[in-house]
């Protein structure tokens, strides 16, 4: 088992629908990332945690919104996307803030906006 | 600014044959990590290899290797008798002081390694 879990795998919602994404990692890390990846473009990074606190927003729209309720837990909720959207959604964690050891990436959530 | 490119999009050979993935990046800090990680179809990033500014010494492991040359700011990664199982897509990534020890990627490679 990957020590960083995405829940759902898979999901499709509707423009006017709200979800969230899970993550959930179990290393011990302190620092929590989303990255965006869509076709043909480079991970974008969307946010950064560190122990709980949000150190980083990249001028991501509020129809994204990003909860960490303790150092292994991190959300992204969605509401009113666009089908501008879809996209696979990727976790990641670091035993602290800054990449210099990597980071462990979970699975990702495939995203269809509909 | 820090920057990773792969100017490699796609990759095509016959299983057996070596294929070797290009990176370049830039940086201006002296103190600086490059990565590789590979994505297969699940979608997961999985770790390779990690390599400080400092350590020129090329890299083996099991048919990986690695070949980091700092004058030519270079990362390149060769994977030897290529399998079937090697089909993903490949990021080389880069770490510095300057863009606050975020990872920064580049597009990647996809290989297709065909029977």
């Known amino acids: 088992e990957t020590g960083v879990t995405q829940t759902p795998r898979h999901l499709v919602m509707g423009m006017t629908n709200k979800k969230s994404l899970k993550c959930e990692q179990h290393l011990g890390h302190n620092a929590m990332y989303w990255y965006k990846q869509s076709a043909k473009k480079p991970l974008e990074l969307m946010f950064v945690?560190?122990?709980?606190?949000?150190?980083e927003n990249n001028s991501v729209p509020s129809r994204f919104s990003p909860e960490c309720p303790n150092s292994s837990h991190l959300f992204l909720h969605l509401h009113t996307l666009q089908p501008e959207d879809s996209a696979l959604y990727l976790c990641a964690s670091s035993p602290n803030r800054g990449a210099n050891y990597g980071y462990t990436f979970g699975s990702g959530t495939r995203l269809t906006v509909v | 600014a820090q920057k990773v490119t792969q100017a490699q999009t796609e990759i095509s050979v016959v299983e057996k044959e070596d294929v070797t993935l290009d990176c370049v990046y830039e940086?201006?800090?002296?103190?600086?990590?490059l990565f590789w990680y590979k994505q297969p179809p699940s979608g997961e990033l999985v770790f390779l290899i990690r390599r400080n500014s400092f350590d020129e010494q090329n890299e083996i492991s099991g048919r990986y290797s690695w070949n980091f040359q700092k004058s030519t700011s270079s990362f390149n990664f060769t994977i030897t008798a290529s399998q079937v199982v090697d089909s993903a897509v490949y990021f080389c990534a880069l770490s510095d002081q300057g863009g606050s020890e975020k990872l920064v990627f580049g597009k990647g490679t996809k290989l297709t390694v065909n029977p």
């Open positions: 940086t201006r800090d002296t103190t600086y990590y």
């Open positions: 945690y560190n122990f709980k606190e949000q150190t």
